[in-house]
């Protein structure tokens, strides 16, 4: 061990990145984080998941109030800049940046800022802030480097009306028309916030349909309420060119539309951070898409290095992340925490909010399972009824000789949340895992799991 400064060097501080040291660290290896941020939380804490989530989060609060009818009667409806929403963002990444790095403390990882660089096979180089370097060795290295927005080389994102996911976050107005290219998650998601802020928005959507992975019913609602919300969305087109000028932006599209905005997102596609890891100096190449290829145990083909997170492709989430990360030094250390990770959920934080787990019913089809479904709409529970967030819907497909869960769907406020009571009893075996378990167990009421109840009465009463 001698010649190692450490067991451990784990490069990126993000989810993946600080549940491999973490987990590394319990476990008593000696470990340290690099990040070229200077505050730990990685893209998931300043850039990606955290602000998002936030922004989302105070955009939905006004819009609530504004359609409360109680609050109708006693005071005008209110209006929040994108600036008031972006500081109640900070806020929440200034927690988790404190947070986070209380834990590295506690665990005496030692954390280093600068840009890594694979050196040899054991040796990392980092470009200090000040551009000196340091060099470090270690037995052995996750690569938990995460993504960047993908940016194609014919759009100017210097323009101050371009903007990608990242840059988002430094736009200083709030616009009145904004266009977004990509109708993934992300380009759902600041769709909500956008429209959610009172501008104009266009959705413009290369595939066929809003989020294509999703179930069809779901991706219908989504943009049947997207639109009800006066959202433009334009499927099928591709985009052509991007102009910017002092007060307008002007997208050209393949079709040969035309559509002036004050501002353009991007949000198509984003690309692994492995180009300036020098991996040819280990023998270690990533893709076109800068990801890197690893087997069931998170390791590269080379034996000590190990990666996670974004950088490894699907599924591109914090959520995994988390558990990718602790995997992977479960793996080192082989201290029976290591887990493959093969059934994550979604959580999609559009207005409303979307969540699933297990098939979707095209899925079922082209399998030909027998399957039946059990609806629940919100409009329907006290809860709801209470809470006044009647859009929405809770779908279970079931097998219909075993009753057998398959897949849950759900589209609605605290979708996300709710989806986590159907995926407890999906994980069950033995005969544990069937729509039975909602009408065996009493729940709470009013609640929204009491929607489990309705639909599994639902689905039950379509079996003959
Ligand atoms: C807008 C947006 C919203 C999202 N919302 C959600 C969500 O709601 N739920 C969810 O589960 N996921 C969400 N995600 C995805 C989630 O943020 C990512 O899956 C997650 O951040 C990946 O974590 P990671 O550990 O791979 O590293 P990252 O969080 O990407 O962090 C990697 C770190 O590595 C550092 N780094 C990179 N290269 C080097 C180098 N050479 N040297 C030193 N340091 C380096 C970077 O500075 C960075 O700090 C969202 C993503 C985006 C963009
Ligand atoms: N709530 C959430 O869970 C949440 C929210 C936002 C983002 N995310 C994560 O961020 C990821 C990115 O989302 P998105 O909406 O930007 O895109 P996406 O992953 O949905 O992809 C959009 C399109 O870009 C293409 N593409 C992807 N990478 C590319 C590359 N490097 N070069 C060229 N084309 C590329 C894809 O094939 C796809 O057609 C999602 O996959 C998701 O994992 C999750």
Same mark, same amino acid.
């Given at each position: 061990m001698s010649n190692f400064d450490y067991d451990l060097i784990v490069i990126g501080s993000g989810p993946s990145g600080e549940s491999a040291a973490m987990n590394g660290a319990k476990a008593n290896l000696r470990v340290a984080v690099v990040d070229l941020r200077e505050e730990v939380g990685g893209n998931c804490t300043h850039q990606g998941t955290i602000p998002s989530k936030a922004l989302r989060h105070a955009v939905h609060q006004v819009m609530r109030f504004n359609r409360n009818p109680m609050f109708r009667n006693m005071a005008e409806p209110k209006w929040l800049?994108? %600036?008031?929403? *972006?500081?109640?963002?900070?806020?929440?990444?200034?927690? %988790?940046?404190?947070?986070?790095?209380?834990?590295?403390? =506690?665990?005496? @990882?030692?954390?280093? @800022?600068?840009?890594?660089?694979?050196?040899?096979?054991?040796?990392?180089?980092? @470009?200090?802030?000040?551009? %000196?370097?340091?060099?470090?060795?270690?037995?052995n290295f996750v690569i938990a480097t995460g993504s960047r927005p993908y940016r194609p080389p014919e759009i100017d994102f210097n323009h101050p009306r371009v903007f990608d996911s990242d840059t988002i976050l430094n736009f200083d107005g709030t616009p009145r028309h904004i266009v977004i290219y990509g109708a993934g998650v992300? $380009?759902?998601?600041?769709?909500?916030?956008?429209?959610?802020? $009172?501008? +104009?928005? #266009?959705?413009?959507?290369?595939?066929?349909?809003?989020?294509a992975f999703m179930d069809d019913e779901i991706s219908d609602a989504l943009s049947y309420h997207l639109r009800g919300h006066g959202v433009m969305i334009r499927h099928a087109e591709s985009f052509k060119s991007v102009e910017g000028f002092d007060d307008h932006i002007i997208?050209?599209?393949?079709?040969?539309?035309?559509?002036?905005?004050?501002?353009?997102?991007?949000?198509?596609?984003? &690309?692994g951070n492995t180009d300036k890891l020098n991996l040819d100096a280990i023998g270690l190449q990533a893709d076109?898409?800068?990801?890197?290829?690893?087997? #069931?145990?998170?390791?590269?083909? @080379?034996?000590?290095?190990?990666?996670?997170? #974004?950088?490894?492709?699907?599924?591109?989430?914090?959520?995994? /992340?988390?558990?990718?990360?602790?995997?992977?030094?479960?793996?080192? &250390?082989?201290?029976?925490?290591?887990? +493959?990770?093969?059934?994550?959920?979604?959580?999609?934080?559009?207005?409303?909010?979307?969540?699933?787990? $297990?098939? &979707?019913?095209?899925?079922?089809?082209?399998?030909k399972v027998p399957y039946e479904i059990g609806k629940a709409y919100f409009k329907d529970t006290a809860r709801a009824q209470i809470t006044g967030e009647e859009t929405g819907v809770l779908k279970l497909l079931f097998h219909?000789?075993?009753?057998?869960?398959? $897949?849950?769907?759900?589209?609605? #406020?605290?979708?996300a949340e709710i989806l986590h009571i159907g995926q407890a009893i999906m994980a069950q075996t033995d005969g544990g895992n069937t729509i039975r378990y909602f009408l065996e167990h009493t729940f709470n009421y009013?609640?929204? /799991?009491?929607?489990? =109840?309705?639909?599994?009465?639902?689905?039950?009463? *379509?079996?003959?």
């Open positions: 800049s994108y %600036q008031d929403v *972006r500081k109640t963002a900070q806020k929440v990444i200034d927690q %988790q940046v404190a947070m986070r790095a209380r834990f590295y403390a =506690r665990n005496n @990882v030692d954390l280093k @800022v600068g840009e890594a660089s694979f050196e040899d096979d054991n040796t990392l180089t980092l @470009v200090l802030p000040d551009g %000196q370097t340091e060099k470090f060795r270690a037995k992300i $380009g759902c998601e600041y769709a909500s916030i956008f429209n959610g802020l $009172g501008s +104009k928005v #266009d959705l413009i959507n290369p595939g066929e349909r809003l989020l997208l050209t599209l393949e079709s040969g539309k035309k559509i002036k905005a004050d501002a353009f997102m991007w949000a198509n596609g984003r &690309t076109g898409r800068g990801q890197i290829k690893v087997n #069931d145990h998170y390791q590269t083909s @080379v034996e000590h290095v190990f990666a996670a997170g #974004d950088v490894i492709g699907w599924p591109s989430l914090a959520s995994a /992340a988390y558990d990718q990360g602790r995997s992977v030094s479960g793996v080192i &250390t082989n201290n029976g925490t290591y887990r +493959k990770i093969n059934s994550v959920p979604t959580g999609i934080y559009t207005i409303p909010e979307i969540s699933s787990i $297990g098939k &979707t019913e095209r899925e079922l089809t082209e399998a219909r000789e075993t009753t057998e869960l398959l $897949g849950i769907h759900c589209f609605g #406020d605290q979708a009013p609640t929204m /799991a009491e929607a489990y =109840r309705v639909a599994a009465l639902n689905g039950l009463n *379509r079996i003959f």
